[in-house]
C-alpha cells in the first residue's frame, strides 16, 4: 500500500459515539464500521471544542483552528453591539462568518479538486472550482442562515400530515362520497375522497394555494389503499399505497405565488389506513426543486442521480417529539435521507474528478434528541424502544458509509469524524436563578421570550437591562452589561474585573433546591477561557460548564462529560494508506488536530489559521516525509557529484597519467 494517500474522504457523522459503536460491532450489527475499525485507527481520547454543539465544533473540523479563532463560538452567534439577550443571537450556518481558511479552500489553492457535501457553515461556497451541495441548513432543502432559536425555512417545504385526525403543520380533512373522477381503474363500487386543501409548511418563498385529493377506492364500505392525486384525473395520479407503503420517489410541478412554476421531488408514505376509511394518515415528504441553488456551481446539477431516497425535515425529529410519526416511520425518514445524500455524493464524485470530499449527516444526533432520556427510562418497554431506534440509525448510517467507500480505492485516506457525543438530557439549569440572588440579574415582569427549541436550552427570560449587571446568553456565556460597549449597559469599565469575578463565584456557589447539587462545574473569566480556545469578541465575558447531571445532552457540558450510556467524547477514525491497523491511539487529541494531519498526508500546506498538530501516532510511518527528503538530498549530492566530475578537463581527473 502507498505511504500517502492520493485521496481523502472525511465523512462526518453527528454526535456518533466510538463506544457504542464498538458495542454494535461486537454484536454484528456494523459491517462497515468493523471493516475501517480492523484495518484503522481509533482515537480513544479525542476530545471535542467547548461548546460542544454543531456548528462550532464543525467549523473547528473544516479549519483545524480553535472556537476562538474561526470566530463560530456557539451554536449562535452575537453581533457585538447589540443588544445582550438571547433575543437577538442568530444561528451560525454562514461560511462568511467563519475567520479562517477550510481544508478545501486550501487545497484547492494547491491544486486539489474538492467536493463538500451538506456541511455546515460551507455555504456560500468560496472555492472557484469545487462542488458543494448544501451547506446552510442540516440538509439540502433547509436554510437556517441568520434565523433566531432553531428556525428554519425550507425550499420548496418541509414535511407534512394529511389525516382524519389533527397534526401540526398538517391537514384534517374527512372522507365523503366520490365524484368526479376520471381516468382511474378499480375504483370499487363505494369509492371516497378528501380534498385537501395543501399546507406546503415553512415554505421560504410563497406558494399558490392548491387543492390535492385523496381517493379511496372500495367495495362495500371496505378500504386497502389510498390514491394520491392533484386532481381528479387518471394523468393526475401521483401514487397508490397501501398501509405501511412508500412511494417511490414523485415528480410534480408547483406554482409559485408569483405565478412561476417549481419541478420538486419528494416521497409520501401511507402511515394509516383503517379498513373503514375511520382513520387515515398520510406523510407528505419534504418538496425540494429538483434544480436549484441547493448545488454549486449550478451546472454541476447535471447528471447527478437525486431518485433514490428523499429529504425529510430534520430526519422527521419535530414529527417525532411531536409524535406525528411512529418510530418505525422515523427510522425510514432517515434511511431515505441518508440514501439521498449518499447518492447524490456517490454522482458527483463518479462524473467528476476530485481530491478531497468533505461530507456530514446528522440522523444520529437527531435520533438522540428524540430517545437518548428514555434510553434510561425506569419504563422498560420504553428503554426497549428507544435502544431498538438508536441501533437501527447507525445501522442506516453504516449503510450510506458501505455506498461512499464504493468511492475509494486503496489510495484513499477515509477518516470518520463526529463532532461531539452526548449524555441523557438531566435537571434544566437556569443562570437567572443564580444571579439574581446574588443582585446581578433581574428580570422584566411577567415577560418571557417564546422558545420552539426542544433541543437548545437557551435562557428565555427578558432581562430588566437597567438594572441587570450580569446577562445569560446563548449555550455557555454571561455577559457584563457594560457601559460604553453594550446598548443598555450599566457597569462602569472600572467593575468590569468585579462584576466576572462576581459572577463567576454567584455560578460556582449556587446549589440546586431539587438536587441539592451544584450545577455548574466551571466558570471562567473571558481572558482565562483561552485554556479551552474560547477569545475573541464573540464569547461572552464569564464561561461556564455545567455537569453532565444537568442540561440537555450537549453543548454545555465538558468534552470529558460522561453520564448513563453517553459520553461527549467524539469519534475519530482513520483508515487507508499509511495508516496502522486495527490500532487504537492512546494520545490525547483535539478534533481541530484532524485537518493538519490531513494536510501532511496529503501533501498540502495547512490552511492559513490551521492551529492543530499532526498526529503522527495514528501512521505506520511518521517519518515519511523525513526519509524522502533524506533520499532527496542524498539524490542531489549524487547529481552534483557527477556534474562537478563531468565539468572538469581531462587532466583534472586522477585516474589520467
Given at each position: 500500500m502507498a505511504k500517502t494517500p492520493k485521496k481523502v474522504m472525511v465523512i462526518g457523522l453527528d454526535c456518533a459515539q466510538p463506544h457504542l459503536i464498538e458495542k454494535y460491532v461486537k454484536e454484528g450489527a456494523l459491517p462497515t464500521f468493523k471493516k475501517l475499525l480492523e484495518s484503522g485507527t481509533l482515537a480513544v481520547n479525542a476530545l471535542a471544542p467547548y461548546p460542544t454543539v454543531t456548528p462550532p465544533n464543525w467549523a473547528v473540523i473544516a479549519t483545524g483552528a480553535t472556537d476562538g479563532t474561526h470566530g463560530i463560538t456557539d451554536f449562535h452567534n452575537h453581533t457585538p453591539g447589540a443588544t445582550l439577550g438571547n433575543e437577538s443571537i442568530t444561528q451560525n450556518w454562514d461560511r462568511d462568518r467563519i475567520q479562517a481558511e477550510t481544508v478545501w479552500e486550501a487545497a484547492e489553492k494547491a491544486g486539489k479538486k474538492c467536493i463538500v457535501m451538506t456541511y455546515p457553515g460551507s455555504a456560500p461556497s468560496r472555492m472557484k472550482k469545487g462542488i458543494t451541495v448544501g451547506g446552510n441548513g442540516f440538509h439540502v432543502g433547509e436554510s437556517r442562515k441568520g434565523l433566531p432559536s432553531l428556525n428554519a425555512n425550507y425550499f420548496l417545504c418541509e414535511d407534512s400530515i394529511i389525516s382524519t385526525d389533527l397534526y401540526p403543520h398538517g391537514f384534517r380533512g374527512e372522507f365523503v362520497d366520490a365524484e368526479g373522477w376520471d381516468g382511474v381503474e378499480d375504483m370499487g363500487n363505494a369509492p371516497m375522497e378528501m380534498e385537501v386543501k395543501m399546507p406546503f409548511p415553512r415554505a421560504e418563498r410563497a406558494i399558490a394555494p392548491a387543492t390535492w385529493w385523496v381517493l379511496l377506492p372500495g367495495e362495500d364500505g371496505e378500504y386497502g389503499k389510498a390514491v394520491l392525486a392533484t386532481g381528479k384525473g387518471g394523468d393526475k395520479v401521483l401514487c397508490t399505497l397501501t398501509p405501511g407503503q412508500w412511494s417511490d420517489q414523485l415528480v410534480t410541478e408547483i406554482t409559485m405565488a408569483d405565478g412561476g412554476k417549481e419541478e420538486v421531488f419528494f416521497r409520501c408514505k401511507l402511515i394509516t389506513l383503517a379498513d373503514d376509511a375511520s382513520e387515515f394518515k398520510l406523510l407528505i415528504g419534504a418538496m425540494v426543486p429538483t434544480k436549484g441553488d441547493w448545488i454549486h456551481p449550478l451546472d454541476k446539477s447535471e447528471g447527478v442521480d437525486i431518485t433514490k431516497g428523499a429529504i425529510h425535515a430534520a430526519g422527521g425529529l419535530v414529527m417525532g417529539l411531536l409524535g406525528s410519526v411512529d418510530y418505525d416511520t422515523?427510522?425510514?425518514?432517515?434511511?431515505?435521507?441518508?440514501?439521498?445524500?449518499?447518492?447524490?455524493?456517490?454522482?458527483?464524485?463518479?462524473?467528476?474528478?476530485?481530491?478531497?470530499f468533505y461530507m456530514h449527516s446528522h440522523p444520529i444526533d437527531w435520533m438522540y434528541h428524540l430517545v437518548l432520556t428514555d434510553m434510561v427510562s425506569d419504563d422498560a418497554e420504553k428503554r426497549e424502544k428507544a435502544w431498538d431506534v438508536h441501533k437501527r440509525i447507525y445501522e442506516v448510517e453504516d449503510r450510506m458509509l458501505a455506498r461512499l467507500l464504493t468511492q475509494a480505492d486503496k489510495d484513499t485516506l477515509v477518516v470518520l469524524v463526529s463532532d461531539h457525543g452526548a449524555t441523557p438530557d438531566g435537571v434544566v439549569f437556569d443562570p437567572y436563578k443564580a444571579l439574581t440572588p446574588a443582585g446581578l440579574a433581574y428580570m422584566t415582569d411577567g415577560k418571557a421570550m417564546e422558545s420552539e427549541s426542544n433541543v437548545l436550552a437557551l435562557s428565555t427570560h427578558l432581562p430588566d437591562y437597567a438594572r441587570s449587571k450580569a446577562v445569560p446568553q446563548r449555550e455557555i456565556y454571561i455577559y457584563v452589561n457594560l457601559k460604553g460597549r453594550d446598548p443598555e449597559g450599566i457597569v462602569e469599565p472600572e467593575d468590569y474585573e468585579k462584576v466576572q469575578r462576581e459572577i463567576c463565584d454567584a455560578l460556582l456557589t449556587y446549589v440546586d433546591p431539587q438536587t441539592g447539587k451544584r450545577p455548574v462545574a466551571l466558570a471562567l473569566p473571558k481572558k482565562d477561557a483561552r485554556i479551552l480556545g474560547l477569545h475573541?469578541?464573540?464569547?461572552?465575558?464569564?464561561?461556564y460548564a455545567l455537569y453532565p447531571e444537568f442540561g440537555s445532552q450537549h453543548g454545555h457540558m465538558l468534552p470529558t462529560a460522561e453520564a448513563g450510556p453517553g459520553k461527549l467524547g467524539p469519534l475519530l477514525l482513520f483508515s487507508g494508506p499509511n495508516i496502522k491497523k486495527n490500532n487504537k491511539m492512546e494520545r490525547t487529541c483535539w478534533l481541530w488536530d484532524l485537518v493538519p494531519t490531513i494536510c501532511y498526508l496529503l501533501c498540502i500546506p495547512a490552511p492559513e489559521q490551521c492551529e492543530g498538530a499532526i498526529l503522527y501516532q495514528a501512521m505506520r510511518d511518521p517519518h515519511f516525509k523525513d526519509k524522502e527528503m533524506e533520499k532527496l538530498r542524498e539524490g542531489l549530492k549524487r547529481m552534483e557529484a557527477a556534474m562537478s566530475r563531468d565539468s572538469r578537463e581531462p587532466w583534472d581527473h586522477h585516474d589520467c597519467a
Open positions: 422515523y427510522v425510514e425518514m432517515n434511511e431515505n435521507l441518508s440514501t439521498w445524500n449518499a447518492e447524490v455524493a456517490i454522482s458527483l464524485m463518479q462524473n467528476n474528478e476530485w481530491d478531497l475573541g469578541d464573540r464569547i461572552g465575558d464569564v464561561v
